[in-house]
Antibody
Framework: EVHLVESGGGLVQPGGSLRLSCAAS????????MSWVRQSPRDGLEWVAN????????HYVDSVKGRFTVSIDNVKNLVYLQMNSLRVEDTAVYYC????????????WGQGTLVTVSS | IQLTQSPSSLSASVGDRVTITCRAS??????LAWYQQESGKAPKLLID???TLQSGVPSRFSGSGSGTEFTLTISNLQPEDFAAYYC?????????FGQGTRLEIK
């Protein structure tokens, strides 16, 4: 069974940076995708980025391109989301998920971590 | 690709049958998933590829459709089914979600 636990959320000022981590257990090394999805009252659920589990391919939603970077460490079983130049509109609960890529849905979700961007 | 769910909210009683619709702005074949989100929790995958029920999901949930119109039907509503439901298209990037349908107890 896949178990995902996010950490690293918090309060940050506009223009600041934050790195989210997702500790994953129960994954097998294959071509699964790992994704970050965020949820806010303003925008609802929004897919943010994904990475193929071997790290060979990434995709981003337009609003975070050039600011966010997703990466994976298969030795430590961690997925990261480095968020730079944060904006007020990035405020949301961020979920780590398995899936969302190659037509596959997110079949495992973490509990989420809250990111608040405010001065 | 934009997804439009209807209705945005719905009131029903235990034992009722309800249907939620998700319309895509362009064809997505069968690359559509449905999620359930209980208050304060992460979403949970119910159905993918439009009609494939996930393991452990009760058979009172069913999905249908292809192309641009999809439905999620819940038969014999149970108390634990009152939650928010979201569709998501997985045909192309970015994989967008619908705005959600809140199912409330009448």
């Amino acid at each position: 069974e896949v178990h995902l636990v996010e950490s690293g959320g918090g309060l940050v000022q506009p223009g600041g940076s934050l790195r989210l981590s997702c500790a994953a257990s129960g994954l097998t090394f294959n071509t699964d995708w790992m994704s970050w999805v965020r949820q806010s009252p303003r925008d609802g659920l929004e897919w943010v980025a994904n990475i193929r589990q071997d790290g060979s391919e990434t995709h981003y939603v337009d609003s975070v391109k050039g600011r966010f970077t997703v990466s994976i460490d298969n030795v430590k079983n961690l997925v990261y989301l480095q968020m730079n130049s944060l904006r007020v509109e990035d405020t949301a609960v961020y979920y780590c998920t398995r899936g969302i890529g190659s037509g596959k849905a997110a079949n495992a979700w973490g509990q989420g971590t809250l990111v608040t961007v405010s001065s | 690709i934009q997804l439009t769910q209807s209705p945005s909210s719905l009131s029903a009683s235990v034992g009722d049958r309800v249907t939620i619709t998700c319309r895509a702005s362009q064809g997505i074949n069968s690359y559509l998933a449905w999620y359930q989100q209980e208050s304060g929790k992460a979403p949970k995958l119910l159905i993918d590829t439009a009609s494939t029920l996930q393991s452990g999901v009760p058979s009172r949930f069913s999905g249908s459709g292809s192309g641009t119109e999809f439905t999620l039907t819940i038969s014999n509503l149970q108390p634990e089914d009152f939650a928010a439901y979201y569709c998501q298209q997985l045909q192309s990037y970015p994989p967008t979600f619908g705005q959600g349908t809140r199912l409330e107890i009448k």
